[in-house]
């Protein structure tokens, strides 16, 4: 069974502090890890796609990176805007179904 | 272009109930997928619609039962309601039969309290 596990559960921060997090994550054949963001009272909202141990992918503020076993999702210098729930999402290669499994999300409070 | 659907925007019911949720797809999509996110907890696929069928199904109960329409619109169903069935359901759309989900745009989900 495909497992994803996101640390820390919450986070606060000060504007400016950056800071990591984690997702871990246990799949029968990776087929793509991916980021969401998600704001009170909306759906997530798509960040990056990570295929395989060694990619990274950058966008503003946020870097994610991936290993064999995990993936890190850096914020540098963040901003009170970047507050919100990060999720984590894997899909598998195995059984040919690619339902996704999603970690519960870290939140991250960013004080300005 | 509107985005991706749904409706109502909060719901409340009480245990042994029947819900029915609605969601319209983003234009040009015509798949739809369906997701219970408990408070706390990260989104679980219930299941996937394409060309009126349901093609994938997550670890849901029979309680949980759609339809995709013509015009690609869909509905989750769940019978029987309970306690545990309080969570935001997030519809999502896309193109095409392989779940994407790079690719899914999710609505703002639609709120459903069972007491």
């Known amino acids: 069974e495909d497992q994803v596990t996101q640390s820390p559960e919450a986070l606060r921060l000060q504007e400016g502090e950056s800071s990591s997090l984690n997702c871990s994550y246990t799949?029968?054949?990776?087929?793509?890890l991916f980021w969401y963001r998600q704001d009170p009272g909306k759906g997530p909202e798509f960040l990056f796609t990570l295929y395989s141990a060694g990619e990274e992918k950058e966008k503003e503020r946020l870097k994610a990176t991936l290993t064999k076993k995990e993936s890190f999702l850096h914020i540098t210098a963040p901003k009170p805007e970047d507050s919100a729930t990060y999720l984590c999402?894997?899909?598998?290669?195995?059984?040919?179904?690619?339902?996704?499994?999603f970690g519960r999300g870290t939140s991250l409070i960013v004080h300005p | 272009d509107a985005g991706v659907t749904q409706s109502p925007t909060h719901l409340i019911k009480t245990r042994g109930q029947q819900v029915t949720l609605r969601c319209s797809p983003k234009s040009g999509h015509d798949t739809v997928s369906w997701y219970q996110q408990a408070l706390g907890q990260g989104p679980q696929f219930i299941f996937q619609y394409y060309e009126e069928e349901e093609r994938q199904r997550g670890n849901f109960p029979d309680r949980f039962s759609g339809h995709q329409f013509p015009n690609y619109s869909s509905e989750l169903n769940v019978n029987a309601l309970l306690l545990g069935d309080s969570a935001l359901y997030l519809c999502?759309?896309?193109?095409?039969?392989?779940?994407?989900?790079?690719?899914?745009?999710f609505g703002p989900g639609t709120r459903l309290t069972v007491l």
């Open positions: 999402a894997v899909q598998a290669t195995s059984g040919g179904s690619y339902i996704p499994t």
């Open positions: 799949v029968s054949g990776l087929r793509g």
């Open positions: 999502a759309s896309s193109l095409g039969a392989v779940i994407q989900i790079n690719e899914q745009f």
